[in-house]
T-cell receptor
Framework: GAVVSQHPSWVICKSGTSVKIECRSL??????MFWYRQFPKQSLMLMAT?????????EQGVEKDKFLINHASLTLSTLTVTSAHPEDSSFYIC?????????????FGPGTRLLVL | SQKIEQNSEALNIQEGKTATLTCNYT??????LQWYRQDPGRGPVFLLL?????KEKRKERLKVTFDTTLKQSLFHITASQPADSATYLC????????????FGQGTTLQVKP
């Protein structure tokens, strides 16, 4: 099956620092990547939709200047949490859709757990 | 307001029985609905997609129904096994041609040997 990887799998950082999370599709071309955030015992909340070569589309309430998304190639998207604060601590998950399966199928990465101290 | 709801209480069943999970939605008109499995600390794994013009879809021990009149999808696991223990998420497309999914909060299934 399709493989989507995320790096790092977990990160601990100090408040005020920036953290970059990478999302890669390993065996298919991801024309669209999605970034989600999941708090404990809650559902996945879509943060933004990223299409290769164009600006990301952010969901209502998500600060685009705080969560910088870059989708520079068909296999890589990055999410940078700028000036992270403790309330940004969460489980960040990316997904990708593209040349594999149906256009509606999203393949998820394993997630990145962020803890901001 | 728009809502997608799954039973937030955990479902506990005995091995070998059929597990049935429910997903209800309001004020959406999805073209399709998907079911995912999520294990603790991991990303969701795609299981099944059912379109609005399909009543039922099967994959091995899994069966999904989609009733657009009741605005409900049922997810069944037959001959359940302890390895089926996980959280199951339903998701529907929020608007046409964007690929954006709206997820329910998930139902945790525990299959006891």
């Amino acid at each position: 099956g399709a493989v989507v990887s995320q790096h790092p799998s977990w990160v601990i950082c100090k408040s005020g620092t920036s953290v970059k999370i990478e999302c890669r599709s390993l065996d298919f071309q991801a024309t669209t990547m999605f970034w989600y955030r999941q708090f404990p015992k809650q559902s996945l909340m879509l943060m933004a939709t990223s299409n290769e070569g164009s600006k990301a589309t952010y969901e209502q309430g998500v600060e685009k200047d705080k969560f910088l998304i870059n989708h520079a190639s068909l296999t890589l998207s990055t999410l940078t949490v700028t000036s992270a604060h403790p309330e940004d601590s969460s489980f960040y998950i990316c997904s990708a859709s593209g040349t594999l399966g149906t256009e509606e199928t999203q393949y998820f990465g394993p997630g990145t757990r962020l803890l901001v101290l | 307001s728009q809502k997608i709801e799954q039973n937030s209480e955990a479902l506990n069943i005995q091995e070998g029985k059929t597990a049935t999970l429910t997903c209800n939605y309001t004020n959406y008109s999805p073209a399709y609905l998907q079911w995912y499995r999520q294990d603790p600390g991991r990303g969701p794994v795609f299981l099944l997609l059912i379109r609005e013009n399909e009543k039922e879809k099967r994959k091995e021990r899994l069966k999904v129904t989609f009733d657009t009149t009741l605005k409900q999808s049922l997810f069944h696991i037959t001959a359940s096994q302890p390895a089926d223990s996980a959280t199951y998420l339903c998701a529907l497309d929020s608007s046409s041609n964007t690929g954006k999914l709206i997820f329910g909060q998930g139902t945790t299934l525990q299959v006891k040997p």
